[in-house]
T-cell receptor, first 114, second 109 residues
Framework: DAGVIQSPRHEVTEMGQEVTLRCKPI?????LFWYRQTMMRGLELLIYFNNNVPIDDSGMPEDRFSAKMPNASFSTLKIQPSEPRDSAVYFC????????????FGSGTQLSVL | RKEVEQDPGPFNVPEGATVAFNCTYS??????FFWYRQDCRKEPKLLMSVYSSGNEDGRFTAQLNRASQYISLLIRDSKLSDSATYLCVVPENTDKLIFGTGTRLQVFP
């Protein structure tokens, strides 16, 4: 049974470039979350979707960040333009809405912006 | 006050020791609480829920103190494999989980 799948695992890019992170949630899960993790701030919720609809994007740091969920099996987080302070591990997680404490995380994308 | 606060550690303990972590939270309306475990360079995984009456799962015991607004995690008979970061989690609402920054545990032989 495949878990949450994220790609790429690692991304190294230069400042100013566009970065797109991808996520495939567990089949049947109807909630999807994007988190960012840094040493200083820990895990921060960026945005979450219920049934493909964005519910709360208050954690998205700036207009440079955007997220989409065109269907139940795919989501993207885009950063344009990227900056060195965006360097972090980005996790996608999914859950059944009625069981939201049981988040299943993907392996994360380690982003380095030079 | 931060929504969820944890001592970052590290807690360095020998195998077989008992160790406990606390986590304080600010939202007095929170009804449920959780502990997640995160291994180095891995994703977080749900370890256990914290019920009002406490919760025990093998060597792990989670307790809730509503009056003082903290939850605790007790690990008995520590194993090398328990070495990880333990994240305290408090829901802000039915959908949104707030994670603490974690407490790192290192168990040595």
């Amino acid at each position: 049974d495949a878990g949450v799948i994220q790609s790429p695992r690692h991304e190294v890019t230069e400042m100013g470039q566009e970065v797109t992170l991808r996520c495939k949630p567990i089949s049947g899960h109807n909630s999807l979350f994007w988190y960012r993790q840094t040493m200083m701030r820990g895990l921060e919720l960026l945005i979450y979707f219920n049934n493909n609809v964005p519910i709360d994007d208050s954690g998205m740091p700036e207009d440079r960040f955007s997220a989409k969920m065109p269907n139940a099996s795919f989501s993207t987080l885009k950063i344009q333009p990227s900056e060195p302070r965006d360097s972090a591990v980005y996790f996608c997680a999914s859950s059944l809405r009625q069981d939201n404490e049981k988040l299943f995380f993907g392996s994360g994308t380690q982003l380095s912006v030079l | 006050r931060k929504e969820v606060e944890q001592d970052p550690g590290p807690f360095n303990v020998p195998e077989g020791a008992t160790v406990a972590f606390n986590c304080t939270y600010s939202n007095s309306a929170s009804q449920s609480f959780f502990w997640y475990r995160q291994d180095c360079r891995k994703e977080p995984k749900l370890l256990m829920s914290v019920y009002s009456s406490g919760n025990e799962d093998g060597r792990f015991t989670a307790q809730l103190n509503r009056a003082s607004q903290y939850i605790s995690l007790l690990i008995r008979d520590s194993k090398l494999s328990d070495s990880a970061t333990y994240l305290c989690v408090v829901p802000e609402n039915t959908d949104k989980l707030i994670f603490g920054t974690g407490t790192r545990l290192q168990v040595f032989p």
